[in-house]
C-alpha cells in the first residue's frame, strides 16, 4: 500500500518568510509525528498527533513553529519567519498506535533557507 | 547530555567483515530499543526493536541491549554493499515519541 508522503520534497526560502510542510500519513493510522533532521543535531522530536487528542508539542523549538492535524489525516507544519537555523530535513511518521516500534517514516522535505 | 548518544563518526568496512554499532543512553525509563536504517535522502525504515535486556537476531542483524549499563548495540554480519546506509539508534518511554542518536553512516566497501 502507499507509504507516508510529504512535500514538497525541496523547498528553498528567503529568510524571513512562512513555509508550509505537509505530511499524508498512510491511511487508517491514528498517530502523526513530527521530526527535524540537522547536520550535527541527528533527528528531533517536534509534535505528535494522536486521534482527537490534544498533540504533544514539547518538542517544537519556538513558537514560530506550529502544527494542524485536519480530519485525523493530513499534517501541516508551518514555521513562521523562517531563519537559517531553520534549514534542515523536516521527517513525518505515522503509526497505527500500537507501539512506538512502527512508525513509518515518509521521505521528508529538505528546507534551506537563504 | 542528549538522551541517546551516538559517535556519529563514519564507517567503513570491506565486503563480508562484521559491523558493529552501538549507543548510551541516560534514562533508565526507556522502555523500548529501536534500530532504524536510513537511505540517503530517504527516510529511516525500521530494522529492529526490543524492549528487553538481551540480544535479539533478524537474519544477519542482532541487537543487543544491557540495561544496566544502558548500553545497546547492532552488529551487521557479512556485510554487503547493500548495507550502506546510516544506521540510528532509539529509544522510546512508551509514549510513542522517540529520542534518536545522530546516526553512523556505514560503507561497506565491495
Known amino acids: 500500500g502507499a507509504g507516508v508522503s510529504q512535500s514538497p520534497s525541496n523547498k528553498v526560502t528567503e529568510k524571513g518568510k512562512d513555509v508550509e510542510l505537509r505530511c499524508d500519513p498512510i491511511?487508517?493510522?491514528?498517530?502523526l509525528y513530527w521530526y527535524r533532521q540537522s547536520l550535527g543535531q541527528g533527528l528531533e522530536f517536534l509534535i505528535y498527533?494522536?486521534?482527537?487528542?490534544?498533540?504533544?508539542k514539547s518538542g517544537l523549538p519556538s513558537d514560530r513553529f506550529s502544527a494542524e492535524r485536519t480530519g485525523g489525516s493530513v499534517s501541516t507544519l508551518t514555521i513562521q519567519r523562517t531563519q537559517q537555523e531553520d534549514s534542515a530535513v523536516y521527517l513525518c511518521a505515522s503509526s497505527s498506535g500500537q507501539g512506538p516500534y512502527e512508525q513509518y517514516f515518509g521521505p521528508g522535505t529538505r528546507l534551506t533557507v537563504t | 547530555q542528549k538522551e541517546v548518544e551516538q559517535d556519529p563518526g563514519p564507517l567503513s568496512v570491506p565486503e563480508g567483515a562484521i559491523v558493529s554499532l552501538n549507543c548510551t543512553y541516560s534514562n533508565s525509563a526507556f522502555q523500548y530499543f529501536m534500530w532504524y536504517r536510513q537511505y540517503s535522502r530517504k527516510g529511516p525504515e525500521l530494522l529492529m526493536y526490543?524492549?528487553?535486556?538481551g540480544n535479539k537476531e533478524d537474519g544477519r542483524f542482532t541487537a543487543q541491549v544491557d540495561k544496566s549499563s544502558k548500553y545497546i548495540s547492532l552488529f551487521i554480519r557479512d556485510s554487503q554493499p547493500s548495507d550502506s546506509a546510516t544506521y540510528l539508534c532509539a529509544n522510546s518511554y512508551g509514549n510513542n515519541r522517540l529520542a534518536f542518536g545522530k546516526g553512523n553512516q556505514v560503507v561497506v566497501i565491495p
Open positions: 491511511s487508517g493510522h491514528t498517530a
Open positions: 498527533f494522536q486521534g482527537n487528542s490534544a498533540p504533544d
Open positions: 526490543t524492549y528487553s535486556s
